[in-house]
Structure formats: structure tokens, C-alpha cells
């Protein structure tokens, strides 16, 4: 089914008028997206659901380590800040692969455009982070050991929130709250460039999602944020397309020039597939992009 909507996809490109065409290959895009998301399993089992805030959407998914005292993996899922959720954004192998590292999991939900807007949703990412911070003896969480991850969408969230500290500190919580941050395969890093240069198929959901205004545009644009104080360290990875490559690396440069460790890293994997496979595939063993993470969170769980 993916391989004819791919088809379907460039025949648009081919024969509609350019703004008709744009605008049927984002619903396309769309459609292919909500499928691949559809497609990925259930979280792992075991998992408990707690609320952080008042909103049905303002939950998320944990599973507890094996032994007290527990090193944590904080996941955002992607959608294009309107759609997604906890229970589809783990992917079948994240959750048993980093418990067996010894480390706790959680998914969370966050509000989703148009009833909410970006700077809401990337406060409830640091809202849960403060509410999983204050359970943590309960959790059996080690409270200094946290690293937040993101894929696509909540790749740009985990960002925003790693480079803003005012996220970080209306919820109570300093720049250094975790330890580091995990970004796969966002682009939307600086959404005035996004929107210009890399929207071809994704110009509608940047448009709803920051709208006209260039001073917001650059308030929710991670790569403009990059200044001190921040995280105290990135892995930022993508895969081989124009828009994600550029962007990882001018916020990993952004981030570095302020002083912060930031790593860019290519994996495999091409288009809509390649972007999918790096969440719904990270933590099979044999997914290069499963090394590269593991030998990251084993650096920065380090005591």
C-alpha cells in the first residue's frame, strides 16, 4: 500500500499544476504518514499510565526498571505537532531493549495543534520531565540521570526545550534538568528556513503549526535558541534527506559555537521509509542507529 501511494505521490509531482500538485502531495504525505503510524505496534507491556497535568492529553506511559535507582529515557513522539501519540511512538523494541539496559522508559502525550499551540506543547514535554523528576523515589528513578528523546515533531520539542530554558524553568526545574537530549530525525530546528526552503510537502503542517509571525517563527526555532545556558549535551541524528541533513547540522554547529557538546550523526534510510524506520526500528540490534543511541545513553548514564 505505501509503494502505491508512493507511485500515486509521483505522478502528482509530475502532471498537477504546482500549487494543486504541493498541496495533494502533503495529503499524500499525510495519509502515508497516518498509515506508517497505524502500522508500528502497541508499547511495550507493563507499562502505567500517569497524568501530569489536567488535560486528557497530558499523560504518559512508564516502565519501571528492574532495580531502584534507575537511569530514565524520556520519549516524545512525532505527528507533525497534530497528531501521534504515547502508545504508537515507542515502536516494538525500545521499551524491552533499554529495560534490559537497566534503564526506566516513558512515552508521554502532549497537546496537539489547533487546540493547543507549540509553546504549550513544549511545556507539557517539560511538565512531564518535572512531574517524572518529583516521583521519582516512587518510580525508582535516579532524578539526575535523565535523557529526553524525540522523533520528527518531538525531536523539534525535545530540542525546543533543551535550548529554551524558560520551558525548563516555569516548570521548576534548571537548563540541566537532564542530561542530555536525543533528537531523530527532525528538521524543523530553524522554522523560518524550513519554511522557505524545506516545505514542499509539509508547508500546510509548518504553516498551522507556527504561523506568519518571524519573531515566533524564531522564538520556537531550536537553532536560534542554541545560546548558553542549554542541556548539557545533544546527539543529533538524522537520515539522507535535504531539509533533516541541513538542519541537523546547523543546529549541531549553532550549539557547539554556545558551548555545548553536540554530536550529528547520518544513519540509513531514505524519505518517508527512512524517517519512519528510525523510531519504529531504534532498539533492534542490528539498526545501526540502536549503537549509536546505546553508546550514547551509556556515556551520559554514566555516575
Do not use: C
Not at 30 to 42: K, T
Not at 274 to 285: A, D, Q, S
Amino acid at each position: 500500500m505505501i509503494r502505491l501511494l508512493l507511485l500515486l505521490l509521483l505522478i502528482a509531482t509530475a502532471l498537477a499544476p504546482a500549487d494543486a500538485g504541493q498541496r495533494f502531495r502533503e495529503r499524500l504525505r499525510e495519509r502515508m504518514m497516518q498509515r506508517a503510524q497505524g502500522m508500528q505496534q502497541a508499547p511495550a507491556p507493563g507499562g502505567v499510565e500517569i497524568a501530569y497535568g489536567g488535560d486528557p492529553l497530558q499523560k504518559l506511559d512508564f516502565w519501571r526498571a528492574s532495580a531502584p535507582g534507575a537511569p530514565l529515557v524520556i520519549f516524545v513522539h512525532g505527528g507533525g505537532w497534530k497528531r501521534g501519540d504515547k502508545a504508537n511512538a515507542t515502536g516494538p523494541a525500545k521499551v524491552t531493549h533499554w529495560q534490559a539496559s537497566g534503564y526506566a522508559v516513558a512515552s508521554i502525550n502532549y497537546r496537539l495543534v489547533p487546540s493547543a499551540t507549540v509553546e504549550q506543547q513544549a511545556q507539557d514535554v517539560a511538565d512531564a520531565v518535572a512531574a517524572l523528576r518529583a516521583q521519582a523515589t516512587k518510580l525508582g528513578l535516579d532524578s539526575a540521570r535523565i535523557v529526553l528523546m524525540g522523533h520528527s515533531a518531538g525531536a523539534h520539542l525535545a530540542a525546543l526545550v533543551g535550548t529554551d530554558p524558560r520551558y525548563f524553568a516555569k516548570a521548576g526545574m534548571p537548563p540541566d534538568a537532564v542530561r542530555g537530549v536525543v533528537l531523530l530525525d527532525g528538521a524543523a530546528y530553524d522554522v523560518p528556513r524550513q519554511l522557505t526552503s524545506g516545505a514542499r510537502f509539509m508547508g500546510e503542517t509548518y504553516a498551522e503549526a507556527f504561523g506568519s509571525d518571524p519573531v515566533r517563527q524564531q522564538s520556537l526555532s531550536p537553532t536560534f535558541q542554541a545560546a548558553a545556558p542549554n542541556a548539557p549535551d545533544f546527539l543529533i541524528l538524522h537520515i539522507d534527506r535535504e531539509d533533516g541533513t541541513a538542519q541537523s547540522n546547523a543546529l549541531g554547529a549553532a550549539l557547539r559555537q554556545a558551548g555545548t557538546p553536540a554530536e550529528v550523526k547520518a544513519v540509513e534510510g531514505k524519505g518517508l521509509r527512512g524517517h519512519m524506520e528510525i523510531n519504529r526500528k531504534l532498539g533492534e540490534p542490528d539498526y545501526p542507529a540502536t549503537a549509536l543511541v546505546d553508546a550514547y545513553l551509556k556515556r551520559r548514564f554514566a555516575r
